[in-house]
């Protein structure tokens, strides 16, 4: 095979099915068609399926895109197995599945085809929609249907058949029964060896909706049905038990199966379904959906077979060895709830009374499973024979000398285990650990009695210990010698302290701190032991009182300063705790030098408390003085004291000067509120005078800062004038004569200066004033240059200035008798303001001349024509001279003659030509002559307009034009 065929290769073969085919049937099926007549391909990822309609009936042909080695494996062992294996024991769900490895002939060479019966029906997920959409939901339909899908895979395990894809659309209706379709998932004995290393991979992992979130990790295997099988029947049997469960997860959400969603297997937790199925109204729904949802939580392999016995649960209970006869009873009463009957191979194993039987005859009895169920048919009314009666009580009594025997010993009391043990109903069977324990609680309590005598009279405790010691071993654990151990510990402690107390007692010299250490050790381990006297407690409580003071006096360093003085002089006290020691002499000097240096630091402080009230700096430095060289805790105070007064000397020598500087005067006040707040903060109540002047050089200060910002803050120098000299006239007087005023002298200037400058150009402006302007312009350009009003006006104001370079220059051409031209004559007309009366009068006589002379009209050849129906109408036709001089003519035709001025005219046939009128027709004008005129006179004025005034020239006339009659 040199290509695999292409379905256009398909279809072309398909149109001769008769030498396309081995198989008969197929020789004689014609392929479904297209409109075209081209046989008709429903396609999918790896294979196209053909609708086969032939004598026998209507098949589906499936034919592959490509090769595929493992899939045709795979169908041959289906369709062997179905078709050759099963054969007539196929299951009625299954439909007839053919595989052939060379079933096709393309071009030269034979390809593989699968057939199956064309299934003719309703899938399962649009039946159920067609049912529960009816006026009335069938649900007995739905309920119907779900029993023969609960047949329907119990067939396929019969025959060990595992769909693989079980799922709405794979599930036909047809008639009333259900039908399977695609089995590209199936699995059939020979592919599932028992061998787990020779597992095949699956091809098909069936919808989300229907399958275990686990199923993708699983391999090819006859338990693939189990959980999308459960899926179907719960989704059947719950909407027939609530077709309101349908409308709400499947026709209001548009969901497209039969009740579940991808969503509910993978993320159950947040699923609203499996409540409500788990709430179902019909049990077993129920039962079903809680243990479904469970195996989400689990394993695939924990996902529960489908079954249906109702009986699988209670066979399985009976066969747990003990048995649990509470959970067999309410198993058993659930079932005959729901209707059921126990099988009679069951009712036997169910019968209480038969298990106390198997009980009472096993050779080694069980007597806690005898007394317990003995107890049990007692207490529900069971009639029990005799002789079972008797093994019972003879069990209640052996368990009972058992479980007392047991409390016991777990309690650690062996006068209680002497009690409690009786050898005769124990020993044989009981765990020989037990009875050991048991034997040997008789020796415990003598060994107890013993201890108890000796704690009676202890004497100095030390022959008690030593008993303590030899029996302790053997009573490990027993709760009543618990407390002759802690008597044991508490004399162990007592003897020791009050050794080691007079053996430190004794020694000469004594050290308060070894003395005290002992006697603590004493009083730690409880009361007074007998050897010790009230003369060893007096001493020992001494030494308890001395020795801390002597620790404390010990840890202060021998050195001069406020912190070891102070703890020096707090740990003696008064000295009246260490009278008559030994070990205190050393320390009485020390003591006495400390307390007259703090005595200095009280002064100081005494001294500082009267500054910070208005009393004299120079009494803290002066008190400070007599403490040069120690420290104490008031030296940076007093350092704040010294610079305090210092600066305050360069405040008052800033002060000092004819004219003082007020910003040197604010900063010495800025250092001395910056470094000692506190200090200035009093300068307010002790020298209001000076403290008044000073607020003064700080207002002034502050103006001069304002000032200086103003150039910062604002972008635009304009604006910064302008807040210079408003802010001058404002605050000006406050900084008359003082020293800093002079460095605001040349930008105030500068300020004044461009201000004036500006206005008297802008008022020149806004007058429209351009020779007034031209002149100050020349002036104040430059000093003005980058000036943020003049830069935005710029443009204005140079236009007014070529204005007025304009109107000289045609003064200077008026006055050196120079022609106007055209422009000059425009730019008259917009600016003839600019102009006297004497220049316009010149203007005007200029004009006038040339409209006599090189600008006068002139007629052209021939001069008119006459044209219209009967010469209705005249074309006059003339010269236009004078290069963009004249502004337009003025026409007026008249019957009689000529006309002088245009005033003359009759206003209905004057006229006015532009000069785009006279070049549109040619150097004319077509007018029309008056009505009745046997000839028409047509006078023309060339018209010139100056603005302020408008001049008419010579006229030029045209005609008499013989017209005739018109009318």
């Given amino acids: 095979m040199a290509t695999w065929p292409t379905q256009s290769d398909y279809k072309d073969s398909l149109q001769n099915p008769d030498t396309a085919f081995r198989d008969p049937d197929l020789k004689q099926s014609q392929a479904e068609r297209s409109p075209m007549g081209v046989p008709r391909a429903r396609s999918g990822a790896f294979a196209s399926v053909y609708k086969m309609t032939g004598p026998k009936g209507t098949v589906a042909l499936k034919l592959f895109n490509f090769p595929n080695e493992d899939r045709a494996q795979?169908?041959?062992?289906?369709?062997?197995?179905?078709?050759?294996?099963?054969?007539?024991?196929?299951?009625?769900?299954?439909?007839?599945?053919?595989?052939?490895?060379?079933?096709?002939?393309?071009?030269?060479?034979?390809?593989?085809?699968?057939?199956?019966?064309?299934?003719?029906?309703?899938?399962?997920?649009?039946?159920?929609?067609?049912?529960?959409?009816?006026?009335?939901?069938?649900?007995?339909?739905?309920?119907?249907?779900?029993?023969?899908?609960?047949?329907?895979?119990?067939?396929?395990q019969d025959t060990r058949i595992a769909h693989g894809d079980l799922q709405h659309d794979n599930v036909m209706v047809v008639g009333d029964a259900p039908v399977l379709v695609d089995y590209d998932g199936m699995c059939v004995p020979s592919l599932d060896p028992a061998d787990p290393k020779k597992k095949l991979d699956q091809l098909e992992f069936g919808k989300p909706a229907y399958q275990h979130p686990a199923r993708g990790a699983e391999k090819l295997g006859a338990n693939l049905d189990h959980f999308s099988a459960w899926v179907i029947l719960i989704a059947l049997r719950a909407v027939a038990a609530d077709p309101h469960l349908y409308t709400r997860y499947v026709l209001k959400t548009d969901n497209e199966n039969l009740l579940f969603t991808p969503a509910d297997m993978h993320t159950p937790g947040a699923s609203t379904l499996w409540p409500d199925l788990v709430r179902c109204k019909d049990p077993e729904v129920s039962g079903w959906a809680r243990a479904l949802r469970e195996s989400l939580d689990r394993p695939f392999a924990k996902i529960p077979p489908f079954t249906l016995d109702p009986f699988s649960r209670l066979r399985k209970l009976v066969a747990i060895s003990p048995r649990d006869w509470a959970?067999?009873?309410?198993?058993?009463?659930?079932?005959?709830?729901?209707?059921?009957?126990?099988?009679?191979?069951?009712?036997?194993?169910?019968?209480?009374?038969?298990?106390?039987?198997?009980?009472?005859?096993?050779?080694?009895?069980?007597?806690?499973?005898?007394?317990?169920?003995?107890?049990?048919?007692?207490?529900?009314?069971?009639?029990?024979?005799?002789?079972?009666?008797?093994?019972?009580?003879?069990?209640?009594?052996?368990?009972?000398?058992?479980?007392?025997?047991?409390?016991?010993?777990?309690?650690?009391?062996?006068?209680?285990?002497?009690?409690?043990?009786?050898?005769?109903?124990?020993?044989?069977?009981?765990d020989q650990a037990l009875v050991r324990a048991a034997r040997a609680a008789s020796g415990q309590v003598a060994l107890l009695d013993k201890l108890k005598v000796a704690a009676g009279a202890p004497g100095d405790g030390r022959a008690y210990v030593k008993l303590w010691d030899e029996v302790g071993p053997q009573l490990a654990g027993v709760a009543e010698a618990k407390n002759y151990e802690k008597a044991a510990d508490g004399w162990r402690a007592r003897i020791a302290a009050a050794d080691e107390y007079l053996r430190v007692f004794a020694r000469s010299p004594q050290t308060e701190r070894e003395l005290a250490g002992a006697w603590r050790a004493v009083t730690a381990a409880g009361s007074l032991h007998p050897a010790l006297t009230d003369a060893h407690r007096r001493r020992g409580e001494e030494a308890v009182r001395r020795a801390p003071l002597l620790d404390a006096l010990r840890r202060v360093p021998n050195s001069a300063n406020f912190e070891n003085d102070t703890k020096l002089v707090a740990a003696w006290g008064t000295g009246a705790a260490l009278a008559g020691c030994r070990e205190a002499a050393e320390f009485a000097p020390r003591v006495k030098v400390a307390a007259d240096r703090l005595a200095l630091v009280s002064a100081l402080e005494r001294a500082i408390k009267a500054a910070e009230a208005g009393g004299p700096e120079d009494a803290v430095i002066e008190a400070a003085a007599k403490l040069d060289g120690y420290d104490h805790p008031h030296a940076a105070r007093v350092g704040e004291g010294a610079e305090a007064v210092r600066l305050m000397a360069d405040l008052q020598k800033a002060l000092a000067h004819d004219h003082p500087s007020d910003r040197k005067v604010a900063t010495a006040y800025d250092r001395l509120k910056t470094r000692h707040p506190k200090f200035a903060a009093r300068l307010g109540a002790t020298s209001p005078t000076l403290f008044a002047e000073i607020e003064r050089c700080v207002v002034r200060r502050t103006l001069l800062d304002a000032f200086a910002r103003i150039d910062s803050e604002e972008p635009r120098a304009d604006r910064q004038d302008e807040l210079w000299q408003a802010m001058w006239a404002k605050h000006g007087k406050v900084l008359v004569e003082r020293r800093d005023r002079e460095e605001l002298r040349d930008r105030l200037a500068l300020s004044r200066d461009r201000l004036a400058k500006w206005n008297k150009l802008a008022e020149a402006l806004k007058a429209r004033d351009m020779f007034a302007l031209r002149k100050l312009y020349a002036a104040c350009a430059e000093p003005l240059a980058a000036y943020p009003p003049l830069v935005e006006r710029r443009a204005e104001i140079q236009a007014l200035l070529s204005k007025a370079d304009r109107v000289i220059a045609l003064q200077h051409k008026m006055s050196d008798g120079g022609p106007l031209n055209a422009e000059d004559l425009k730019f008259l007309s917009q600016n003839h303001d600019a102009f006297g009366p004497d220049a316009k009068r010149e203007i005007e006589t200029q004009v006038r001349?040339?409209?006599?002379?090189?600008?006068?009209?002139?007629?052209?050849?021939?001069?008119?024509?006459?044209?219209?129906?009967?010469?209705?109408?005249?074309?006059?036709?003339?010269?236009?001279?004078?290069?963009?001089?004249?502004?337009?003519?003025?026409?007026?035709?008249?019957?009689?003659?000529?006309?002088?001025?245009?005033?003359?005219?009759?206003?209905?046939?004057?006229?006015?030509?532009?000069?785009?009128?006279?070049?549109?027709?040619?150097?004319?004008?077509?007018v029309v002559p008056p009505p009745g005129a046997s000839q028409a006179y047509v006078t023309i004025w060339p018209v010139v307009e100056l603005g302020w005034s408008t001049v008419h020239g010579p006229p030029l006339t045209v005609g008499p034009v013989p017209v005739g009659a018109r009318w």
Wanted: charge should be positive; proline fraction near 6%; charged fraction near 30%.
């Fill in 327 to 430: 959970e067999i009873e309410a198993e058993t009463s659930a079932l005959k709830k729901a209707g059921k009957s126990v099988p009679p191979d069951l009712q036997e194993q169910i019968d209480p009374v038969r298990g106390l039987k198997d009980l009472c005859a096993a050779p080694v009895k069980d007597w806690v499973a005898i007394r317990s169920e003995g107890d049990r048919l007692v207490n529900t009314g069971k009639a029990v024979a005799p002789d079972l009666k008797r093994v019972v009580e003879d069990a209640r009594k052996r368990v009972g000398a058992r479980d007392a025997l047991q409390k016991a010993i777990d309690a650690r009391d062996p006068r209680g285990v002497t009690v409690a043990y009786k050898p005769e109903l124990v020993d044989d069977w009981l």
């Fill in 849 to 926: 001349a040339r409209l006599a002379g090189d600008a006068k009209l002139v007629p052209a050849y021939p001069a008119y024509s006459v044209t219209g129906t009967r010469g209705g109408l005249v074309k006059a036709c003339w010269a236009w001279g004078g290069h963009g001089l004249i502004s337009h003519c003025i026409v007026a035709v008249d019957g009689r003659r000529f006309l002088t001025n245009p005033d003359e005219a009759d206003p209905f046939s004057r006229l006015t030509c532009k000069p785009e009128n006279h070049q549109r027709e040619g150097g004319g004008i077509t």
């Fill in 74 to 156: 795979r169908y041959k062992a289906v369709s062997d197995y179905l078709e050759k294996e099963l054969g007539p024991k196929k299951p009625p769900c299954v439909v007839k599945f053919q595989y052939h490895l060379e079933g096709m002939r393309v071009g030269k060479g034979w390809y593989p085809t699968l057939t199956m019966a064309w299934v003719k029906g309703v899938s399962l997920g649009e039946w159920v929609r067609q049912t529960i959409e009816k006026q009335t939901p069938d649900v007995a339909a739905v309920r119907k249907m779900a029993e023969s899908w609960a047949a329907l895979v119990q067939q396929l």
